[in-house]
């Protein structure tokens, strides 16, 4: 399990959320249309940064298809530091502390 110093490096850098959230099977590696894997591309008007692209139909897919996290519209390394909360037990105060203290930056103040 990663500690807060992990968490900070990670959550500082999109594609590094979208590994880790990958490596513990919250987000998909790959996802399939047409018969076929799709297109992973970049995208700079997801805050994901990432899409999937049908190969055939060409047709978009959120990265976070079919995860957990399909529907929301908080930034995955948001979300991430939620994951991280919850899982070490911190009550939903202080849950809502480091969430904030990582919004506006992706610095982590502890109190
Ligand atoms: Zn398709």
């Known amino acids: 399990m990663m500690n807060i110093i992990d968490l900070s490096v990670i959550i500082g850098d999109i594609d590094l959320t979208i590994a880790y ?17 799709c297109l992973q591309i970049f995208d700079k008007t997801t805050s994901d940064n990432w899409i999937f692209r049908c190969r055939q139909c060409r047709r978009k897919f959120s990265v976070r298809q079919d995860s957990i996290f399909s529907k929301s519209k908080l930034k995955l390394q948001n979300l991430l530091v939620l994951v991280y909360a919850f899982s070490n037990a911190f009550s939903v105060t202080q849950a809502g502390k480091l969430l904030k203290s990582t919004v506006s930056e992706h610095s982590i103040i502890l109190s």
């Open 21 to 37: 959230l990958r490596d513990q099977k919250i987000l998909k590696k790959s996802h399939n249309h047409c018969g076929k894997p």
